[in-house]
């Protein structure tokens, strides 16, 4: 398995509050990603990393932001999270030095926004 | 604007049956294709097509793509439940800086004893 981890793993917030979701990775993978995951909406991208300091958004992006200080670990944030975010949300890596390469899933985290 | 579609959506079936489960893809410079596996978690890969006509295979489950149809198709044979997941497939458009693999729906597959 790729070494992905996701903290915390289930949370339950407030509408309102901010939230920060992590991502940790052992494999020095370039690239890093945060989509969630909907009943309807299959996965959807939220924002992506290809490298430290470098993100760019994906199709889902409003309300929330990311950041990228070192490799291994890729953070998302909710700023003033709404119920609307309670979602699953997973991260993933790639980039293992080759021309083509798969993606690895973390675990997933299970937020609830109350 | 890039696109994956899979179809089924949802396919219900008895357990031995072979299934059949189709992508189809319209992207900017293809690269790859992947299946997934997602049971009640993340998902987990299955298979990575690059090349046009060359199947790959794992036990039951094996698949193949068409770079002139634009589409792959994944083959599960004497299924079983512990086949029962959504399984996802996914395109990467291009490499470089905008790395953003694309996402079809999914095909839910259940697989009845």
């Known amino acids: 398995d790729a070494g992905i981890t996701q903290s915390p793993r289930h949370k339950v917030t407030e509408t309102g509050t901010p939230v920060t979701l992590r991502c940790h990775q052992t494999?020095?993978?370039?690239?890093m990603y945060w989509y969630r995951q909907d009943p309807g909406h299959g996965l959807r991208l939220i924002h992506y990393?290809?490298?430290?300091?470098?993100?760019d958004k994906g199709e889902v992006s409003d309300g929330y932001s990311v950041s990228r200080s070192k490799t291994e670990d890729f953070l998302l944030t909710l700023e003033s999270a709404t119920s609307s975010q309670t979602s699953v949300y997973f991260c993933?890596?790639?980039?293992?030095?080759?021309?083509?390469?798969?993606?690895?899933f973390g675990p997933g985290t299970r937020l609830t926004v109350t | 604007e890039d696109k994956v579609v899979q179809s089924p959506l949802s396919l219900v079936v008895h357990e031995g049956d072979t299934v059949t489960l189709n992508c189809s893809y319209e992207?900017?410079?293809?690269?790859?294709l992947l299946w997934y596996k997602q049971e009640k978690k993340a998902p987990t890969f299955l298979f990575m097509l690059?090349?046009?006509?060359i199947e790959k295979k794992s036990g039951r489950l094996s698949s193949i793509l068409d770079k002139k149809e634009l589409s792959s198709i994944l083959n599960i044979t004497a299924t079983q439940t512990g086949d029962s997941a959504i399984y996802l497939c996914?395109?990467?458009?291009?490499?470089?800086?905008?790395?953003?693999?694309?996402f079809g729906k999914g095909t839910r597959l259940h697989i009845l004893p």
């Open positions: 494999e020095n993978h370039r690239y």
């Open positions: 992207v900017t410079n293809f690269r790859s």
């Open positions: 996914a395109v990467f458009p291009r490499r470089g800086r905008d790395d953003k693999i694309i």
């Open positions: 690059t090349s046009s006509g």
């Open positions: 990393s290809y490298g430290v300091k470098d993100t």
């Open positions: 993933a890596i790639s980039g293992g030095g080759t021309e083509y390469y798969e993606q690895y």
